[in-house]
């Protein structure tokens, strides 16, 4: 069971370039999440879907956008990539309800030169 | 504004008995989690406390006091594998989660 899936797992951008990061969950879950991760930093909420064809603003959104076009997948963009943005993102999955736990992937190293 | 406190990182000794603070200041509370989160891995869910008490778990026990703003996640029994980071994280009024930093807890053999 594979659970959360993302890919890549590492990537090295030039500032200016675009990329998408892709999330897969198999677990059928209602919401899903992108967060980043810095060190010294609690986890920072980008943005969320809580159901196919949805997508609300996080924490930190500037600079990213999302899709949720099938219900397994939450794409995450990155429209100009900016030294500020190197992270590392992880993408995250739940039942309906925001007091369910949160099942993580294994995270996307990202550096942005 | 929403304020969690852990300490940075914490040592102990396997075998050993450690507890792990959580002080919180937020707009609201509909909830507290710990996980747990190694090295380069992904977090992991371990607990989920909403009422004031202690709930217990294996070897893992959380506790919450509302009135306080205080939780404590309490490890028994120190494995070297329990070294990790320790995540608080509360799910506020708009039914946000807002995370502490971590506490990164290091076991000694």
């Known amino acids: 069971n594979a659970g959360v899936t993302q890919t890549p797992k590492f990537r090295v951008l030039k500032t200016g370039q675009s990329m998408t990061l892709l999330c897969a969950q198999d677990?059928?879950?209602?919401?899903m999440y992108w967060y980043r991760q810095d060190p010294g930093m609690g986890l920072r909420l980008i943005h969320y879907?809580?159901?196919?064809?949805?997508?609300a603003k996080g924490e930190v959104p500037d600079g990213y956008n999302v899709s949720r076009l099938k219900k397994q997948n939450f794409l995450l963009g990155l429209e100009s990539a900016a030294p500020s943005q190197t992270s590392v993102y992880f993408c995250?999955?739940?039942?309906?309800?925001?007091?369910?736990?949160?099942?993580f992937g294994d995270g996307t190293r990202l550096s942005i030169l | 504004g929403q304020n969690i406190d852990q300490p940075t990182e914490m040592t102990a000794t396997e075998g050993a008995i450690v507890q792990i603070n959580c002080t919180y200041q937020?707009?609201?509370?509909?909830?507290l989690f710990w996980y747990q989160q190694h090295a380069g891995e992904a977090p992991t869910f371990l607990s989920y406390?909403?009422l004031d008490g202690l709930e217990e778990k294996g070897r893992f026990s959380s506790f919450l006091s509302r009135s306080k703003g205080y939780s404590y996640l309490l490890l028994k029994e120190l494995q070297m594998k329990d070294s990790a980071s320790y995540l608080c994280?509360?799910?506020?009024?708009?039914?946000?989660?807002?995370w502490g930093a971590g506490t990164k807890l290091i076991i000694k053999p």
């Open positions: 937020t707009s609201g509370f509909n909830g």
């Open positions: 994280a509360i799910l506020d009024s708009n039914y946000q989660l807002i």
């Open positions: 995250a999955s739940s039942q309906q309800g925001a007091h369910q736990p949160q099942h």
């Open positions: 406390n909403v």
């Open positions: 677990m059928n879950h209602e919401y």
């Open positions: 879907s809580v159901g196919e064809g949805t997508t």
